[in-house]
């Protein structure tokens, strides 16, 4: 027979695991009841700090003056 000890164990993970999984699933749903980002701005670009923008693409302005041009 089990040790009275290792029932109370499993008991206590399988509730760990219920409390993970029920966490997870209210994430969900407030992710998804959220109401929508003002102008388009997605989660990937309120996490990046700030000046932090995306990388600057050539223009077909004027050279800089240090490159030579």
């Known amino acids: 027979m089990c040790h009275p000890a290792w ?3 499993l008991t206590e993970a399988q509730h760990l695991k219920d409390l993970a999984r029920l966490s997870r699933v ?6 998804e009841d959220a109401p929508p980002r ?3 701005v997605g989660v990937a670009d309120v996490s ?3 000046g932090c923008g995306p ?4 223009s077909s302005g004027p050279p800089h003056p240090s490159s030579g041009r």
Not at 26 to 31: G, M, S, T, V
Not at 55 to 58: D, F
């Open 7 to 9: 029932g109370r164990a």
């Open 26 to 31: 209210r994430d969900r749903i407030d992710r």
């Open 38 to 40: 003002p102008g388009g």
């Open 48 to 50: 990046a700090p700030v």
């Open 55 to 58: 990388a600057p693409t050539k």
